[in-house]
């Protein structure tokens, strides 16, 4: 079974560009979450989509946004791109009824020139 | 005060070792507990899942849940150089609110 597949790998941006990250979840799963690992934060929760809806956020700036698409893949856009968004973005999957645990993807690596 | 408390480490045990590693948390509503390992320039990798209080055994790995003071711990017995890692905690409320809250992690070295 294919797991939480993400790209790219890595990304490289300036001040005030745009990116765009992608996320396939594991095959069944309807829930996708984002989540932000910097450099001495920890993992903080971004967004979660459930059948195409966004269900909870995180405390992120609006300029933080994404979709889920029919096939409940996920992308997740980052607007006005700063320095401190430097940090690996990990996308995970799972079932929510009954609640099951989330599985990982290995992330991408977003780097703020 | 962070949600989730976990002591960063770093650990570093000999091959063979009993390993323990714990968190500590402040929000009752907690009731779905997940332990992960994350390998450099990996994903967290999904070791262990309780929900409410108890222990569950998994080969060499125990996750004990004790809600009533807060307080969660992994058990690594026999631990092995590819056990070398950072582990991270983490748990939600469930029920509508499923995303995750995270410790800082453990880094683990077990040497040869």
């Known amino acids: 079974e294919a797991g939480v597949t993400q790209s790219p790998t890595h990304l490289i941006k300036t001040r005030g560009q745009q990116a765009t990250l992608r996320c396939s979840p594991i095959?069944?799963?309807?829930?996708v979450y984002w989540y932000q690992q910097a450099l001495g934060l920890g993992l903080q929760f971004l967004l979660w989509?459930?059948?195409?809806?966004?269900?909870n956020r995180g405390n992120f700036p609006p300029r933080f946004s994404g979709r889920q698409f029919p096939n409940y893949s996920s992308e997740l856009n980052v607007n006005a791109l700063e320095l401190e968004d430097s940090a690996l973005y990990l996308c995970?999957?799972?079932?929510?009824?009954?609640?099951?645990?989330?599985?990982f993807g290995d992330g991408t690596r977003l780097s703020i020139l | 005060q962070k949600e989730v408390e976990q002591d960063p480490g770093p650990l570093s045990v000999p091959e063979g070792a009993i390993v323990s590693l714990n968190c500590t948390y402040s929000n009752s509503a907690f009731q779905y507990f997940m332990w992960y390992r994350q390998y450099s320039r990996k994903g967290p990798e999904l070791l262990m899942y309780t929900y409410s209080s108890g222990n569950k055994e998994d080969g060499r790995f125990t996750a004990q849940v004790d809600k009533s003071s807060k307080y969660i711990s992994l058990f690594i017995r026999d631990s092995q150089p590819s056990d070398s890692a950072t582990y991270l905690c983490a748990m939600s409320a469930g029920a509508g609110a499923n995303n995750l809250f995270f410790g800082t992690g453990t880094r683990l070295t077990v040497i040869p």
């Open positions: 095959s069944g799963h309807t829930s």
């Open positions: 989509y459930d059948e195409g809806e966004e269900r």
């Open positions: 995970a999957s799972s079932l929510v009824r009954p609640p099951q645990p989330q599985h």
